[in-house]
């Protein structure tokens, strides 16, 4: 049996599974990201909430530089700054990611 989920089920499922993960914009944005995938590639993804959280991570820029010590290496002090620091550093390796929450959060697929 498949549904076919549309992004306000989306939202409503991911927040009963796992309520504090994303935000409302956040899972807007991966709902985007999986539907472009499956544009693409012209298969259906399958829901799998659990494995949504263990893939990908939402935090604020700062949370962010801290944890990457390749970012935190240099003083980075406006937001406009650490956008561009964060978007070259992630473009770099190649993964998926979105500025949500008015670019004051980052979406971002795990690496």
Do not use: H
């Not at 590639?41 to 390749?70: G, K, N, R, V």
């Not at 978007?87 to 979105?98: Q, S």
């Amino acid at each position: 049996m498949k549904q076919t989920l549309n992004k306000d089920q989306f939202r409503f499922q991911m927040n009963q599974i796992r309520p504090d993960n994303f935000s409302y914009e956040g899972l807007g944005a991966l709902f985007d990201y999986f539907e472009e995938i499956e544009d693409s590639t012209q298969t259906d993804m399958e829901f799998d909430p659990i494995a949504i959280c263990c893939d990908f991570s939402q935090c604020s820029l700062d949370e962010f530089i801290d944890a990457f010590p390749d970012l935190n290496a240099e003083k980075i002090n406006s937001n406009t700054y650490k956008k561009t620091a964060i978007e070259g550093y992630i473009n770099r390796l190649g993964f998926w990611f979105a500025f949500v929450e008015d670019g004051k959060e980052i979406i971002y697929e795990n690496f």
